[in-house]
T-cell receptor, first 117, second 109 residues
Framework: GAVVSQHPSWVICKSGTSVKIECRSLDFQATTMFWYRQFPKQSLMLMATSNEGSKATYEQGVEKDKFLINHASLTLSTLTVTSAHPEDSSFYIC?????????????FGPGTRLTVT | GIQVEQSPPDLILQEGANSTLRCNFS?????LQWFHQNPWGQLINLFY???GTKQNGRLSATTVATERYSLLYISSSQTTDSGVYFC???????????FGAGTTVTVRA
């Protein structure tokens, strides 16, 4: 159990366009989902926390108007990169969480590689 | 914020060798997870281990919460063990994970 999918797995878009990435928990309900960004040879950086039915909370330095997050159901969260620019090119990874004791255990999707030309 | 330090940064192993990866953290934690990121970028959950010892096949992990470190043991390494191993902790009761920089493991046949 605890399978998380992401779609698309990779996308190439032109500068100025918008790209939507979907994150789904396939076999469990996830009240909270997280979005991360990873640059080559670096660790994961948390971008935002997404709770079902409420607004996402963004980490410091992440532009909420550029990275729109919607968590419409307990199994689906979407990240839309608006007016993408080459510097937005990165590997975007989502995670879906479920309770484990006092904490939440996170399960990660396979990631989406975004290239903006 | 919390500091999460992993060592060594890089590790090259001959197939069949054993190894130990270390994760030190600077504050008390509610949650600690070990992940393996394969060459295609997928993060695979290895252990959820805020304290104690767990084993899963050739892998085992120990977290000594009072001394703020965790160890990941890989025994009889195989080429498929290659990739980056991340330690991540949650410490503020906000469910957010802070990741270490990772240990890149290369297992040679």
């Amino acid at each position: 159990g605890a399978v998380v999918s992401q779609h698309p797995s990779w996308v190439i878009c032109k500068s100025g366009t918008s790209v939507k990435i979907e994150c789904r928990s396939l076999d469990f309900q996830a009240t909270t989902m997280f979005w991360y960004r990873q640059f080559p040879k670096q660790s994961l950086m948390l971008m935002a926390t997404s709770n079902e039915g409420s607004k996402a909370t963004y980490e410091q330095g992440v532009e909420k108007d550029k990275f729109l997050i919607n968590h419409a159901s307990l199994t689906l969260s979407t990240l839309t990169v608006t007016s993408a620019h080459p510097e937005d090119s990165s590997f975007y990874i989502c995670s879906a969480s479920r309770p484990s004791g006092r904490a939440l255990e996170q399960y990660f999707g396979p990631g989406t590689r975004l290239t903006v030309t | 914020g919390i500091q999460v330090e992993q060592s060594p940064p890089d590790l090259i192993l001959q197939e069949g060798a054993n190894s130990t990866l270390r994760c030190n953290f600077s504050d008390s934690v509610n949650n600690l997870q070990w992940f393996h990121q394969n060459p295609w970028g997928q993060l695979i959950n290895l252990f959820y281990i805020p304290s104690g010892t767990k084993q899963n096949g050739r892998l085992s992990a120990t977290t000594v919460a009072t001394e703020r470190y965790s160890l990941l043991y890989i025994s009889s390494s195989q080429t498929t063990d290659s990739g980056v191993y991340f330690c991540a902790v949650e410490y503020r009761n906000d469910y957010k994970l802070s990741f270490g920089a990772g240990t890149t493991v290369t297992v040679r046949a």
